[in-house]
């Protein structure tokens, strides 16, 4: 498939991330003990320019659900019409990371589409409630009653995201979906890579996003997904960059 399949601002995104150093080609031993051929350093994104552009990318991947449109490499017609609109009214970025998200992409939202977006809001919590002034552990707007979109870097086993719906319910929101950075679409670690062994002939399963998806029923998207790492290298990568990509593509890629 032709790498200009990938919307400009995914590409936009990658080149970014590879120029800043926050995406590297080569080998990472991850914390699934996997080896992979490329790794993601959200610790990284971190530079005025790359939060712009994140920005940008993030408003567009959210945009994209909100209105049923897909920015998937290679997403068929039949893919695009069955995506389900929906709205929201409060992004919220998990402390901390999602904090400077929340704001900088709600930025780039109003700026996209003003009249779509330019009254909606953001909100983050606090690690600690504040026992002083305004107190509570809600910084924004109060999110009682509010529709709420979930903005944050990864997701890798979800112990984080599941802290965050827990409170956004507890103070009376609705979650209605989840944006992420990435998605690398890998399944689940095995038993037996659990104990140290092999993949099992690589066995289907879902990724840890799929298994959020599905507990949750709400639409969770991300900016980059492993699909479009491996579109990005179709265009910038060497052959053997993109074969190792492909392959460990094929080994550890999830149903979902």
């Not at 402390?95 to 900088?104: D, F, H, P, R, S």
């Not at 939202?109 to 909100?123: I, M, Q, V």
């Not at 140290?196 to 990724?207: K, L």
């Amino acid at each position: 498939m032709a790498p200009s399949s990938l919307p400009p601002f995914k590409t936009a995104f990658l080149a970014a991330c590879e120029e800043s150093g926050a995406l590297k080609f080569g080998s990472f031993v991850l914390k699934s003990k996997r080896l992979s051929p490329y790794f993601f350093n959200s610790g990284l994104f971190n530079s005025f320019s790359l939060t712009n552009t994140m920005s940008q990318a993030f408003a567009q991947t959210l945009h994209a659900e909100i209105t049923g449109q897909s920015t998937n490499a290679g997403a068929s017609d039949t893919a695009t019409a069955a995506k389900e609109p929906f709205d929201f009214d409060i992004l919220f970025g998990p402390a901390y990371k999602g904090i400077v998200l929340a704001a900088t992409v709600g930025v780039a939202l109003a700026n996209l589409d003003p009249a779509r977006y330019a009254n909606k809001n953001w909100s983050f919590n606090r690690k600690e409630a504040k026992d002083h002034g305004e107190g509570g552990t809600i910084v924004g707007a109060p999110l009682k009653g509010r529709r709420v979109v979930i903005i944050d870097d990864i997701i890798t086993a979800g112990t984080a995201i599941r802290e965050a719906i827990k409170l956004i319910q507890a103070q009376g929101g609705e979650l209605v979906g989840i944006v992420l950075a990435v998605d690398r679409q890998e399944k689940v670690v095995s038993a037996a890579e659990a104990a140290g062994e092999e993949e099992d002939g690589g066995a289907a399963r879902p990724s840890a996003i799929g298994v959020l998806r599905k507990e949750l029923g709400v639409p969770i998207t991300a900016i980059i997904t492993l699909d479009d790492v491996v579109e990005y290298l179709k265009e910038t990568g060497t052959p053997a960059q993109l074969a190792e990509l492909e392959a460990y593509r094929k080994k550890y890629k999830a149903t979902d």
